[in-house]
Every structure is written in C-alpha cells, then in structure tokens.
C-alpha cells in the first residue's frame, strides 16, 4: 500500500486533457514539493516535473503540475498516443527519519 | 551528457548477498545526493536508499534497513548497494537515480532475483 494514493487508471482519448491525482498528508506532500514521473513500458521513469510545477527543459508544456494543500494533479492536454504511459508522483516525508514516498502509479490509456 | 550505468544484478538465493554499483559520467558526481529505486515485477517504484554528496548522510526504506548499506567511492565516480539477507520480496528491478528527492536522471536498471 503505498503511502500517496493516485488512480490506478485513466483514459482519454487524442487531443483530450486528462488529469491525474495524487493524495497525501501532511508529512509529505503538505510540507514539501511534488514530482512527476512518466515511465514508457519496459524503460526506467523519466523525470516530467519537479517542485510542483516545473517544467525540466524538453518536457512539452502539455505537460503541468500543481499542487494544494496535501494534494497535488498532473495535467495532460492536446493527449497524444506517445502519452500511453504509467505516471508516478513522489515526495519527501519528514516522517520515520525522513523517507522518499511515491504513489502506486497511473496507467494512462489513450483510447 | 549524463549517465548512470547500473551493474551487479542476478541470481541468487534467499539469505544470500549482492552487490550493485552506478557509474555516473557527464556531471560532478561528488556534488550531488544520489539514490536507489527499485520496481518489483509488474508493481510501482520503491525509494530503497539515499546517500549525501560526500556520503555523510545516508536514509533507508523500512524495508531494506538494516540489511542494505548504501555507500559511494567519489574519486571512482561510483554508488554502490550493499545488499545482504536477500528474500524474494526483494526481486525487483533496481535503478540509481540523480538526486535527494527528485531524480532527473535514472540508470537503465540491473534486475535482482532472489530465488532457490
């Protein structure tokens, strides 16, 4: 059971914007900043943001993060099939001397 | 260019031990917290284990503490894993990673199997 809580799935079809949710508490993401990852099938994650919101150079601006309170969303516009893939937040958490925490993954389904 | 290359995976047997290591080129090694991840078959990401750029502070997954050491050789440019009390629930496909808490770049990953 990991400790953020995303959706396991989620489906859009070309063009459509779709988000993704991501629940914690205040331990991580109440305290410190989120991130974003995006892992193609059989490939290691890529980074897609960084403290919230940021944009790491390359990523497209289809691509935005945002966060509130102790929880945080990945948005995807203009959805591409090249999109078909698992997303993953992360955060700090100050708990039990300081750990990296992660959700469980979103599989994204261009439809 | 960045990289990270992982090496060390394998087969071995329950209460056995291993050793990964990550060559990172393209960047100051030594200026950056590196760490480990690991992904167990068809399941999602795992932070395992995070060390300091010169390796003063080190933090550990439940999971893993006590039975893995993490530890870095900066003038090989070089994080390594100790792994030792190997059980199965440690299979999983292990990645060094970039960073602290955020990681922009990942190694391609060594696959860990423990099995008799």
């Known amino acids: 059971q990991s400790v953020l809580t995303q959706p396991p799935s989620a489906s859009g079809t070309p063009g459509q914007r779709v988000t993704i949710s991501c629940s914690g508490s205040?331990?991580?993401?109440?305290?410190?900043?989120v991130t974003w990852y995006q892992q193609l099938p059989g490939t290691a994650p890529k980074l897609l943001i960084y403290?919230?919101?940021q944009r790491p150079s390359g990523v497209p601006d289809r691509f935005s993060g945002s966060k509130s309170g102790t929880s945080a969303s990945l948005a995807i516009s203009g959805l591409q099939s090249e999109d078909e893939a698992d997303y993953y937040c992360?955060?700090?958490?100050?708990?039990?001397?300081?750990?990296?925490?992660f959700g469980g993954g979103t599989k994204l389904t261009v439809l | 260019e960045v990289q990270l290359l992982d090496s060390g995976g394998g087969l071995v047997q329950p209460g056995g031990s291993l050793r990964l290591s990550c060559v990172g080129s393209g960047f100051t090694f030594s200026s950056y917290a590196m760490s480990w991840v690991r992904q167990a078959p068809g399941k999602g990401l795992e932070w395992v284990s995070g060390i300091t750029g010169s390796g003063g502070i080190t933090n550990y997954g439940d999971s893993v503490k006590g039975r893995f050491t993490i530890s870095r050789d900066n003038s090989k440019n070089t994080l390594y894993l100790q792994m030792n009390s190997l059980r199965a629930e440690d299979t999983a496909i292990y990645y060094c990673?970039?960073?602290?808490?955020?990681?922009?770049?990942w190694g391609q990953g060594t696959l860990v199997t423990v099995s008799s």
């Open positions: 403290s919230n919101d």
């Open positions: 205040s331990s991580n993401i109440g305290s410190n900043t």
């Open positions: 990673a970039k960073g602290r808490t955020s990681y922009d770049y």
């Open positions: 992360s955060a700090w958490d100050d708990s039990l001397n300081g750990r990296v925490v």
